[in-house]
């Protein structure tokens, strides 16, 4: 037997350990050389890591939501075998499950872990669409299905059979959201809520969209949006700004890198619009499209994923009156974008239908005093009141 260790490898960037996501192999499974093996998760993007060698899988570290340093073995290979080894040696796989008797063809791709959870939730894998390579199903890709099942492990003890409670491990995406939710939550920060008439702003997104050519994606709120932001964060810097807190110091920036806050399957992830006042209404939309296309399908850089001086948030059509976003720290505002929807106003004594929008944002009060925050919002509804000034 040829013994190669295969460890955990410099991913760059000054990265010192990432946490195990989702295996693609298991202990007896024949590997060939550059065959994804293992996705595991940096603290900037989800990476997946292939097989340097083929052979053997003799042994595997690591469970989902353990954090491995750099440098810690993760797979061990026997090089020599070109097929897996005789019974009663250690390393051969443990017998099939007879729900994985069927071999043909149009079988699901799965590893024998991602089996287990299925078999232990009732989830058809057959009725799975997996994210990962040729379709291969993730333990990810379970979540968004219902449990059928009774949830409890093979061999868990008898009192555990009805509890009907099943812990779920904060692992990858979702316990990244989790720890930054922790920092937002220890900023004191207050919340802004206004109304903004988007009538006007309607009719130049359609007009532009009925006129825009062949190359030139079509455009929602977000992109006119933001050149608002972009015009107002020019007469109001302190927004587009980190606080530094250990060293008691405020880093405002020239440059305008919006994090936009895009849901995934995964879960919430936020990838930047680097210098967006150097974008226009078209090339914006470009962007963002493509940013949250690499979002959702996995993609997205890990340089994608941070820098951000400011952040957008909206739940579109889901967006309801008024959604509290929590602050990216160490960002000192964020800005919320709610659902548009015609309503009754008065104008001029007359009750008229227009097309109205909150704009629901928070600050951060040691940065940020409410006078200011106000001035800033109400500067940003004028824009967006008046759309013709977006261009002037």
Known sequence: M????????????GIIDSEIVAWHVDIGDQVEMDQPVVDVMTNKATIEITAPVAGLVIDRSGNPGEILPVGATLLVFDTGSARPPPPGTGYEKSRPDPADSDAAANRPLGSPAVRKRARELGIPLGEVRGSGPGGRILLRDLQ???ATGSGVPDGAPPGEAGSGVIEIPLIGVRRQIADKMDQ?????????????????????????NTSRLEDQPELSYLPLIILALVKTLRRY?????HYDVANRRIRQFRDIHAGIATHTRD???????????TLDVWGCARELRRLSAAARDNTIRGEEMSGSTISITSLGKLGGLAVIPIIHSPEVAIIGINRAEERPVVRDN???????????????????????????????KGLLENPATLFI
């Open 2 to 13: 040829s013994r190669y260790e295969f460890r955990l490898p410099d991913l760059g960037e």
């Open 144 to 146: 968004p299905y219902p």
């Open 184 to 208: 937002g939550n220890s900023v004191p920060a207050f919340a802004y809520v206004e109304e903004v008439d988007v009538t006007s702003l309607e009719s130049l997104r359609r007009h532009l």
């Open 237 to 241: 810097p302190a927004f587009n700004a």
């Open 267 to 277: 879960g919430l992830k936020v990838p930047v619009l680097r210098n967006a006042e």
């Open 350 to 380: 007359t009750v008229v239908i227009r097309r109205m929008m909150n704009l629901s944002s928070c600050f951060d009060h040691r940065i940020i005093d409410g006078q200011d925050a106000a001035q800033m919002i109400q500067h940003l």
